[in-house]
């Protein structure tokens, strides 16, 4: 594809000498590796230095970024330019519609147009599917499960009874929604009692739940997902908890049950958040912090417990003092000590 071409399909603009408006681009790669033939980009800042001796045929930066030798496409937001950039040269697989021999499908299961049922799919009774899904093998529909238009399943993932996705919807190997919440109540001999989940998950448009999360299903009410939110890897949501619209929840976090995330929050990898918090919208939880109560909207925390991060910065440097600190107290110590020994040797 002419360099030019991609410059106009990403709304770029192209800065170059010569005629490389025409050279010839086969691939993306990064911009340690990426070849004369393959495109690449520079969105942080630390790899400004880098793009002076890569060997790309073309560089994504950003309008102000310092003239260098090789050609480069100037855009506002070049990780996202870069991201289409990926879409014009990946090919995905085509899954052709039909239904393998070996998938189990409910005669009440309603499956909408041009949908693709891979190897042992079950889908139980009463599930709705709307049109142009994708069920690779193993995927197992629960009972009364409502989904939308454009579902994508990897193999091995599982939607549980009644739980209701919307469009566009997403699901990675092995991510489970609407399995029980963690819900037991000691009985009057102190023997544990499950509770009845009865709650369904709910997942909004645009939603993506990435390989082996779990969102878990509400004991009563319903657990909720909102639109466009995406959940990392091995990330665990607690019953009766609730997402905000375009929040992202990395790797590893952990949500105890009924905790509010509202909308465009991040969750970094690992944070961990207490039972029955509101964090607010916009807010930054950073990685491995343990958040014990509510944050405020557009707060950004850190640490164990979470507290403002500029203050958990200022701590983390004074952490790596403390022997040097200590050293001081200490002479400090022995001087006083010293001194007080000489003012009664005086006396």
Sequence with gaps: MRLAEIASTLEATLVSGGNSAELDIVGVAGIEEAGPDQITFVANPKYAAAARTTRAGAVIVTPNFPQIATPTLRVKNPYYAFARAVELFYRPPRYAPGVHATAIVHPTARIGRNAHIGAYVVIDADVEIGD??????????????????GFFAHSHATVREYCRLGNDVILQNGAIV????????KDNAGRWHKIVQSGPTVLEDDVEIQANACVDRATIGETRIG?????????QIG???TVGESSMLCAQVGLAGSTVVGKNV????????AGHCTIGDGAV???KSGVPGDVEPGKVVSGIPAIDNKQWLY?????????????????????????????????
């Excluded at 969750?267 to 958040?273: E, K, S």
């Design 132 to 149: 142009d899904a994708v069920l690779l093998p193993h995927v197992v529909i629960y009972q009364g499960v409502s989904i939308g238009d």
């Design 178 to 185: 609407g399995a029980d919440g963690f819900g037991f109540a």
């Design 227 to 235: 639109r466009g939110a995406k959940i990392d890897n091995l990330v």
């Design 239 to 241: 019953h009766g908890s």
């Design 266 to 273: 991040v969750l970094a990898a690992q944070a961990g958040v």
């Design 285 to 287: 939880v950073t990685a």
């Design 315 to 347: 701590g983390a440097a004074a952490y790596k003092r403390l022997p040097e600190l200590i050293r001081t107290v200490r002479r400090l110590a022995d001087s006083l000590e010293n001194g007080k020994a000489q003012g009664a040797d005086s006396r």
